[in-house]
T-cell receptor, first 116, second 114 residues
Framework: AQKITQTQPGMFVQEKEAVTLDCTYD???????LFWYKQPSSGEMIFLIY??????QNATEGRYSLNFQKARKSANLVISASQLGDSAMYFC?????????????FGKGTKLSVKP | DSGVTQTPKHLITATGQRVTLRCSPRSGDLSVYWYQQSLDQGLQFLIQ???????AKGNILERFSAQQFPDLHSELNLSSLELGDSALYFC?????????????FGPGTRLTVL
């Protein structure tokens, strides 16, 4: 079973509007972390935002916020006031707390296109 | 700029050859991770080192090996290369290996095997 599911392969949003990118996860660990990364066409992976499983408040970083619904196992990324530079692939990732592994498990990504 | 450097940026080689990818983590980061990104497999974790020691292994082929040196830079060695090894290889680093330690990615090395 997939640990991270991103159901939207591609999305369009009008410039200056808000957009939500969906992410659901599957883990039996109580402790885990959820991350979002942006990959522009140039290829680099840019860290956007982090949410810990025990964090009670939704994480926010500038125009990015994470809508964390623990019971539903979802961690959706909300981008407010979209800009043309937001056009990129967006990856949701999880890090599980059990064991000593620190690696990230990635979803397949959502390609966001911002229209002028 | 994440502070993680990777060289080379591009690498073109032939099947059966061996290559070495190099990574320098952010200053002060002890943990280094290698990931492979391909069209069919997506982003896959290969291996993790923490302060010079191997910490975790993912979907790393036996033909691949890595190490982290005392100065904390890391190298990923790929041998007996096959066409299917063509991919973008990322190195990432983090201060530690706890849940909240953010992994910062380097720009990647794009490997093309002909």
């Amino acid at each position: 079973a997939q640990k991270i599911t991103q159901t939207q392969p591609g999305m369009f949003v009008q410039e200056k509007e808000a957009v939500t990118l969906d992410c659901t996860y599957d883990t039996s660990d109580q402790s885990y972390g959820l991350f979002w990364y942006k990959q522009p066409s140039s290829g680099e992976m840019i860290f956007l935002i982090y949410q810990g499983s025990y964090d009670e408040q939704n994480a926010t970083e500038g125009r990015y916020s994470l809508n964390f619904q623990k019971a539903r196992k979802s961690a959706n990324l909300v981008i407010s006031a979209s800009q043309l530079g937001d056009s990129a692939m967006y990856f949701c990732a999880m890090r599980e707390g059990g064991g000593s592994q620190g690696n990230l498990i990635f979803g397949k990504g959502t390609k966001l296109s911002v229209k002028p | 700029d994440s502070g993680v450097t990777q060289t080379p940026k591009h690498l073109i080689t032939a099947t059966g050859q061996r290559v070495t990818l190099r990574c320098s983590p952010r200053s002060g980061d002890l943990s280094v991770y290698w990931y492979q990104q391909s069209l069919d497999q997506g982003l896959q974790f290969l291996i993790q080192y923490y302060n010079g020691e191997e910490r975790a292994k993912g979907n790393i082929l036996e033909r691949f090996s890595a190490q982290q040196f005392p100065d904390l830079h890391s190298e990923l060695n790929l041998s007996s290369l096959e066409l299917g090894d063509s991919a973008l290889y990322f190195c990432a680093s983090s201060a530690g290996a706890t849940l909240a330690d953010t992994q910062y990615f380097g720009p990647g090395t794009r490997l093309t095997v002909l």
